[in-house]
């Protein structure tokens, strides 16, 4: 796999080519911010989907490479340490990616918050910063029901088949908790804004017909 590092190339390339290109007329009303997300989407989802160190991975072809090529001795399994250090790099190297991406969000909201009346940019970096905690909570909700779900195997035993019972009750009893934290987290950024700042997030928040 490539360096994770050459995919955060690709991105913020990407962005900076973004930022120079003619603003077309007919992707005014957000079509553009659009368009930059989802290619922002796929080259994260392209980052993540990566061969592992060592993987033989091409259509209809999935093996180690250590399985396929004689290794002798002990060389096989010093691949397998090579491949579990190559792992333990990637995680430390998506976690200070998050680290500077959470920075670099931080940076930008500041600069627009300094377009804000004075009296404004308090609330501002309160809604965000709270709405942002509000998607971290979320998200790992959603991490661990998936992961409450992962489909059974076509011959299950009667042990597996209580244990996914019992996730989908779990699951269930998540979504509920999930949907009462989401009113209240609505509730709670309601309070944070006027009237009128009210209405518009309920307008834009409004289902598209």
């Not at 002798?72 to 998050?98: H, I, N, P, T």
């Not at 009667?158 to 989908?168: D, M, T």
Request: charged share 30%.
């Amino acid at each position: 796999m490539r360096s994770i590092l050459a995919g955060l190339v690709l991105i913020l390339s990407f962005a900076a080519r973004a930022e120079t290109a003619p603003l077309d007329k007919a992707k005014a009303a957000g079509g553009q911010s659009m368009e930059q997300d989802a290619v922002l989407r796929e080259r994260i989802n392209r980052l993540r989907d990566q061969p592992c160190a060592g993987e033989i991975v091409a259509p209809g072809l999935a093996a180690n490479a250590a399985s396929v090529f004689e290794f002798k001795g002990e060389d096989k399994a010093k691949v397998a340490r090579l491949q579990e250090a190559y792992r333990a790099e990637l995680l430390r190297r998506a976690a200070k990616w998050e680290e500077e991406l959470n920075a670099l969000r931080a940076e930008y909201e500041t600069k627009i918050s300094a377009l804000l009346p004075e009296e404004k940019r308090e609330p501002f970096r309160k809604v965000l910063e709270y709405s942002h905690s509000r998607w971290a909570a979320n998200y790992n909700y959603d991490l661990a029901i998936e992961q409450g779900l992962q489909p059974l195997p076509e011959k299950s035993s009667p042990e597996q088949q209580k244990i996914r019972a019992a996730n989908i009750a779990w699951v269930k009893e998540q979504r509920e908790k999930q949907k009462a934290e989401s009113l209240e987290t609505a509730k709670n950024i309601r309070a944070l804004l006027s009237p009128d700042e009210t209405a518009r997030l309920d307008n834009l928040s409004k289902p598209q017909k």
